[in-house]
Protein backbone atom coordinates (compact mmCIF):
# COMPACT_ATOMS: atom_id res chain seq x y z
CA UNK A 1 0.00 0.00 0.00
CA UNK A 2 1.34 3.30 -1.32
CA UNK A 3 1.43 6.23 1.81
CA UNK A 4 3.08 7.93 4.12
CA UNK A 5 5.09 6.99 7.23
CA UNK A 6 6.42 8.77 10.56
CA UNK A 7 8.16 7.42 12.94
CA UNK A 8 8.21 7.00 15.87
CA UNK A 9 4.86 7.52 16.90
CA UNK A 10 6.05 9.14 20.22
CA UNK A 11 8.74 11.13 20.88
CA UNK A 12 10.39 12.77 24.29
CA UNK A 13 12.93 15.15 24.35
CA UNK A 14 15.25 16.29 27.04
CA UNK A 15 16.37 19.67 27.60
CA UNK A 16 19.11 20.80 25.45
CA UNK A 17 18.40 18.22 23.06
CA UNK A 18 17.70 17.42 19.45
CA UNK A 19 15.33 15.03 18.21
CA UNK A 20 14.77 14.20 14.37
CA UNK A 21 11.47 12.78 12.97
CA UNK A 22 11.30 10.86 10.22
CA UNK A 23 8.90 10.98 7.31
CA UNK A 24 9.06 8.06 4.36
CA UNK A 25 6.64 8.53 1.50
CA UNK A 26 6.32 5.61 -1.19
CA UNK A 27 3.65 7.76 -3.58
CA UNK A 28 6.28 8.77 -5.91
CA UNK A 29 5.30 12.75 -4.60
CA UNK A 30 7.82 15.37 -5.27
CA UNK A 31 6.48 18.29 -2.36
CA UNK A 32 6.55 17.55 0.62
CA UNK A 33 5.60 19.06 4.31
CA UNK A 34 5.69 19.85 7.66
CA UNK A 35 3.32 20.89 10.06
CA UNK A 36 2.98 21.52 13.48
CA UNK A 37 -0.39 20.91 15.39
CA UNK A 38 -1.71 22.19 19.10
CA UNK A 39 -4.67 21.77 20.46
CA UNK A 40 -6.98 24.13 19.61
CA UNK A 41 -4.66 25.48 16.75
CA UNK A 42 -5.11 24.77 13.02
CA UNK A 43 -1.93 22.75 11.23
CA UNK A 44 0.76 25.58 10.96
CA UNK A 45 3.30 25.10 7.82
CA UNK A 46 7.18 24.93 9.47
CA UNK A 47 8.88 23.76 6.16
CA UNK A 48 8.36 22.30 2.88
CA UNK A 49 9.91 20.21 -0.10
CA UNK A 50 9.53 20.85 -3.62
CA UNK A 51 11.41 18.95 -5.01
CA UNK A 52 14.92 16.91 -3.63
CA UNK A 53 17.77 19.30 -2.77
CA UNK A 54 15.28 22.19 -2.07
CA UNK A 55 13.31 23.19 0.75
CA UNK A 56 11.58 26.51 2.03
CA UNK A 57 10.86 27.90 5.40
CA UNK A 58 7.19 27.90 6.65
CA UNK A 59 4.99 30.30 8.87
CA UNK A 60 7.42 29.03 11.93
CA UNK A 61 10.27 27.76 11.11
CA UNK A 62 12.12 28.89 14.00
CA UNK A 63 13.62 26.08 15.84
CA UNK A 64 13.12 23.35 13.43
CA UNK A 65 15.67 22.12 10.28
CA UNK A 66 15.30 19.97 7.14
CA UNK A 67 16.99 18.03 4.61
CA UNK A 68 15.95 16.68 1.68
CA UNK A 69 18.81 14.07 0.32
CA UNK A 70 15.76 11.72 -1.11
CA UNK A 71 12.64 11.83 -2.94
CA UNK A 72 10.97 9.72 -0.50
CA UNK A 73 12.32 10.93 2.94
CA UNK A 74 12.13 14.49 4.20
CA UNK A 75 13.32 14.18 7.96
CA UNK A 76 12.70 17.34 10.51
CA UNK A 77 15.00 18.19 13.70
CA UNK A 78 13.57 19.91 16.70
CA UNK A 79 16.72 21.80 17.99
CA UNK A 80 17.08 22.97 21.46
CA UNK A 81 16.48 26.72 20.49
CA UNK A 82 12.62 25.47 19.25
CA UNK A 83 12.08 26.38 23.47
CA UNK A 84 8.12 24.95 23.14
CA UNK A 85 8.18 22.04 20.69
CA UNK A 86 5.32 19.77 22.49
CA UNK A 87 3.28 19.14 19.67
CA UNK A 88 1.08 16.54 17.15
CA UNK A 89 3.92 16.95 14.27
CA UNK A 90 2.26 16.17 10.79
CA UNK A 91 4.16 15.28 7.20
CA UNK A 92 2.23 15.70 4.46
CA UNK A 93 2.93 15.15 0.41
CA UNK A 94 1.87 16.08 -3.01
CA UNK A 95 2.61 14.85 -6.02
CA UNK A 96 3.76 18.62 -7.70
CA UNK A 97 3.79 21.80 -6.41
CA UNK A 98 1.90 22.90 -9.30
CA UNK A 99 -0.71 25.11 -10.15
CA UNK A 100 -3.94 22.12 -10.54
CA UNK A 101 -5.39 21.45 -7.51
CA UNK A 102 -3.64 18.46 -5.55
CA UNK A 103 -4.64 17.04 -2.09
CA UNK A 104 -2.27 16.84 0.49
CA UNK A 105 -2.01 13.04 1.46
CA UNK A 106 -1.40 13.26 5.54
CA UNK A 107 0.93 10.42 7.76
CA UNK A 108 -0.31 9.42 11.18
CA UNK A 109 1.98 11.77 13.03
CA UNK A 110 4.39 11.88 15.60
CA UNK A 111 3.69 13.15 19.05
CA UNK A 112 6.31 14.79 20.44
CA UNK A 113 6.67 15.83 24.23
CA UNK A 114 9.32 17.13 26.68
CA UNK A 115 10.87 15.16 29.44
CA UNK B 1 -7.69 37.97 13.62
CA UNK B 2 -6.87 34.55 12.30
CA UNK B 3 -7.17 33.76 8.26
CA UNK B 4 -9.56 31.21 9.25
CA UNK B 5 -11.99 30.92 11.87
CA UNK B 6 -13.98 27.36 12.68
CA UNK B 7 -15.68 26.89 16.34
CA UNK B 8 -13.46 24.19 18.03
CA UNK B 9 -16.67 22.98 19.67
CA UNK B 10 -17.06 19.62 20.73
CA UNK B 11 -20.24 19.73 19.43
CA UNK B 12 -22.56 16.68 20.47
CA UNK B 13 -25.56 15.15 18.17
CA UNK B 14 -27.46 12.18 18.38
CA UNK B 15 -27.44 9.73 16.00
CA UNK B 16 -29.10 10.26 13.00
CA UNK B 17 -28.69 13.90 13.35
CA UNK B 18 -27.76 16.65 10.51
CA UNK B 19 -24.57 18.06 11.42
CA UNK B 20 -23.62 21.63 10.29
CA UNK B 21 -20.17 22.81 10.94
CA UNK B 22 -18.71 26.08 9.18
CA UNK B 23 -15.95 28.22 8.81
CA UNK B 24 -15.53 31.75 8.13
CA UNK B 25 -12.08 33.38 6.66
CA UNK B 26 -11.06 36.84 5.65
CA UNK B 27 -9.43 36.44 2.49
CA UNK B 28 -10.70 37.06 -0.58
CA UNK B 29 -8.25 34.88 -2.51
CA UNK B 30 -8.98 31.90 -1.40
CA UNK B 31 -10.35 29.59 -4.01
CA UNK B 32 -10.18 25.44 -3.20
CA UNK B 33 -11.85 24.64 -0.13
CA UNK B 34 -11.42 21.87 1.58
CA UNK B 35 -12.63 19.72 4.88
CA UNK B 36 -10.46 17.19 6.44
CA UNK B 37 -11.51 14.84 9.10
CA UNK B 38 -9.30 13.54 11.47
CA UNK B 39 -9.61 10.74 13.87
CA UNK B 40 -7.72 10.65 17.05
CA UNK B 41 -4.02 9.84 17.12
CA UNK B 42 -4.24 10.27 13.51
CA UNK B 43 -3.65 12.04 10.28
CA UNK B 44 -6.07 14.34 8.68
CA UNK B 45 -7.66 12.84 5.32
CA UNK B 46 -9.57 14.45 2.69
CA UNK B 47 -13.11 14.61 2.46
CA UNK B 48 -14.00 16.98 -0.02
CA UNK B 49 -13.04 19.67 -1.42
CA UNK B 50 -14.67 22.92 -4.29
CA UNK B 51 -13.27 25.28 -5.99
CA UNK B 52 -14.57 28.67 -5.81
CA UNK B 53 -18.37 28.84 -5.10
CA UNK B 54 -21.15 26.36 -5.20
CA UNK B 55 -22.33 22.77 -3.93
CA UNK B 56 -20.60 19.57 -3.60
CA UNK B 57 -22.71 16.78 -2.60
CA UNK B 58 -20.67 13.31 -1.78
CA UNK B 59 -23.10 10.33 -0.14
CA UNK B 60 -23.90 11.71 3.26
CA UNK B 61 -21.59 14.23 2.79
CA UNK B 62 -22.57 18.23 1.18
CA UNK B 63 -19.84 20.92 1.08
CA UNK B 64 -21.00 24.46 0.46
CA UNK B 65 -18.69 28.06 -0.56
CA UNK B 66 -20.69 31.42 -0.20
CA UNK B 67 -17.50 33.92 -1.27
CA UNK B 68 -19.92 36.76 -1.02
CA UNK B 69 -19.59 35.91 2.79
CA UNK B 70 -16.68 34.41 3.23
CA UNK B 71 -18.33 31.50 4.54
CA UNK B 72 -18.01 27.79 4.26
CA UNK B 73 -20.21 24.77 5.74
CA UNK B 74 -20.35 20.60 5.56
CA UNK B 75 -23.38 19.05 5.79
CA UNK B 76 -23.37 15.72 7.34
CA UNK B 77 -26.83 13.71 6.77
CA UNK B 78 -27.87 10.88 9.10
CA UNK B 79 -24.55 11.52 11.71
CA UNK B 80 -23.12 7.60 12.41
CA UNK B 81 -20.83 7.00 15.71
CA UNK B 82 -17.91 6.60 13.13
CA UNK B 83 -18.18 10.09 12.32
CA UNK B 84 -17.16 11.21 15.62
CA UNK B 85 -14.10 12.93 14.67
CA UNK B 86 -12.16 16.41 14.47
CA UNK B 87 -13.11 18.17 11.42
CA UNK B 88 -10.94 20.50 10.25
CA UNK B 89 -11.81 23.22 7.21
CA UNK B 90 -8.75 24.30 4.98
CA UNK B 91 -8.42 26.62 2.67
CA UNK B 92 -5.70 27.40 -0.67
CA UNK B 93 -4.89 30.30 -3.18
CA UNK B 94 -5.48 29.98 -6.96
CA UNK B 95 -1.50 28.69 -7.12
CA UNK B 96 0.86 27.39 -4.94
CA UNK B 97 -0.01 24.18 -2.37
CA UNK B 98 0.03 26.37 1.02
CA UNK B 99 -2.84 25.38 3.02
CA UNK B 100 -4.64 27.35 5.92
CA UNK B 101 -6.04 25.71 8.19
CA UNK B 102 -9.34 26.58 10.83
CA UNK B 103 -8.80 25.08 14.22
CA UNK B 104 -10.70 22.29 13.85
CA UNK B 105 -14.56 21.46 15.44
CA UNK B 106 -14.89 17.79 17.47
CA UNK B 107 -17.81 16.39 16.58
CA UNK B 108 -19.07 13.43 19.04
CA UNK B 109 -21.89 11.61 17.59
CA UNK B 110 -24.00 9.71 20.29
CA UNK B 111 -25.92 6.20 19.75
Known amino acids: DGGITQSPKYLFRKEGQNVTLSCEQN?????MYWYRQDPGQGLRLIYY???????QKGDIAEGYSVSREKKESFPLTVTSAQKNPTAFYLC??????????????FGDGTRLSIL | QKEVEQDPGPLSVPEGAIVSLNCTYS??????FMWYRQYSRKGPELLMY????GNKEDGRFTAQVDKSSKYISLFIRDSQPSDSATYLC???????????FGAGTILRVKS
Open chain 2, 50 to 53: TYSS
Open chain 1, 92 to 105: ASTPGYRVSFQPQH
Open chain 2, 27 to 32: NSAFQY
Open chain 1, 27 to 31: LNHDA
Open chain 1, 49 to 55: SQIVNDF
Open chain 2, 90 to 100: AMRMEYGNKLV
